[in-house]
């Protein structure tokens, strides 16, 4: 059965201040997305990484793919009050269409 | 370009009850796919359609169905509601599934009394 973990489940930073959330899952898969949801609104989708090595960019977040390690990360540099949200992580099965979500990270960012 | 349209944003029913929400893709995507999203148990996936045929399914129960008409617009049913079926229903589309990023709608609220 496949699941995703993240961590931390929840964060509280500064503004300016660097942070990575984690995503690691327990069985093979080459595909990884990674969406934000603020609060009582739906889901926007950041990133799809789709091979080991990925490295995806946009803005002040990055994310990266290690298939091996089963392991994405969602880096935020110099965070900015706009960037608090939820983030999700989401992996699905080899040819499989079902996506599983890991639980969210809630990142709050204060001035 | 219009995006995904889930109908009603908000729906109150009380235990026993049938429900129907609906869902229009973004136009050109034939690929949809449908979430549940409560505090407790966080986002599920419940099915995926692409042209007209359910290719997986969530583990939920039977009183959970769906289905795509040839126009790519989707329906999810849900009958002899339960308290535990209040929570937020997500629906997504995309062009081809997997490879590229979903576009989601702003969901139903169903709220069971």
């Known amino acids: 059965e496949l699941k995703v973990e993240q961590n931390p489940l929840f964060l509280s930073m500064q503004e300016g201040k660097n942070y990575t959330i984690y995503c690691n899952y327990s069985?093979?898969?080459?595909?990884l997305y990674w969406y934000r949801q603020d609060p009582g609104k739906s889901l926007e989708s950041l990133f799809v990484l789709l091979s080991n090595g990925a490295v995806k960019q946009e803005g002040r977040l990055m994310a990266s793919l290690d298939t091996k390690a089963r392991l994405s990360t969602l880096h935020i540099t110099a965070a900015v009050h706009d960037l608090s949200a939820t983030y999700f992580c989401a992996v699905t099965m080899d040819s499989n269409y079902q996506l599983i979500w890991g639980a969210g990270t809630k990142l709050i960012i204060k001035p | 370009k219009a995006g995904v349209t889930q109908t009603p944003r908000y729906l109150i029913k009380t235990r026993g009850q049938q429900v129907t929400l609906s869902c229009s893709p973004i136009s050109g995507h034939r690929s949809v796919s449908w979430y549940q999203q409560t505090p407790g148990q966080g986002l599920q996936f419940l099915f995926e359609?692409?042209?007209?045929?359910?290719?997986n399914k969530g583990n939920f129960p039977g009183r959970f169905s769906g289905r795509q008409f040839s126009n790519s617009r989707s329906e999810m049913n849900v009958s002899t509601l339960e308290l535990g079926d209040s929570a937020l229903y997500l629906c997504?589309?995309?062009?081809?599934?997997?490879?590229?990023?979903?576009?989601f709608g702003s969901g139903t609220q169903l709220s069971v009394l």
């Open positions: 997504a589309s995309s062009m081809r599934p997997l490879n590229e990023k979903l576009f």
């Open positions: 359609y692409f042209s007209e045929t359910q290719r």
């Open positions: 069985t093979t898969s080459d595909r």
